[in-house]
């Protein structure tokens, strides 16, 4: 299915219209009152949620592969997991997972 120019920028202006009305309706009604503490606990989990998401088709169907499984990735991914889990601590976590990933790579441009 093709679309005109004129179909795209409407999708994208609607789409626009709508993310804004979705964020209006969080932060622009209720933004300047107290939000309950039970809503403030659930938010915290949202990078929790959001990002395994964003990473997991990454890590699983890499585009650098053309979306087949790589060992590589999947060993770096547990590697930050692992130390994530192990320090508590983001920045450890990125570190291991990138030394891992590019130790890898090298290790096996050299065998």
Avoid: H, K
Wanted: charged share 10%.
């Amino acid at each position: 299915m093709t679309y005109t120019a004129a179909e795209i920028w409407l999708i994208i202006a609607i789409m626009g219209v709508g993310t804004f009305l979705i964020r209006f309706s969080f932060l622009g009604l209720i933004g300047n009152r107290p939000m309950p503490s039970f809503v403030l606990r659930l938010l915290r989990f949202t990078p929790v949620a959001v990002l395994p998401g964003m990473v997991a088709p990454l890590v699983l169907w890499p585009p650098a592969t053309g979306g087949d499984p790589d060992p590589i990735r999947m060993l770096a991914a547990l590697a930050t997991v692992a130390v994530g889990i192990w320090t508590r601590n983001v920045l450890w976590a990125i570190t291991a997972g990138a030394v891992t990933l590019y130790g890898a790579m090298a290790m096996t441009a050299l065998i």
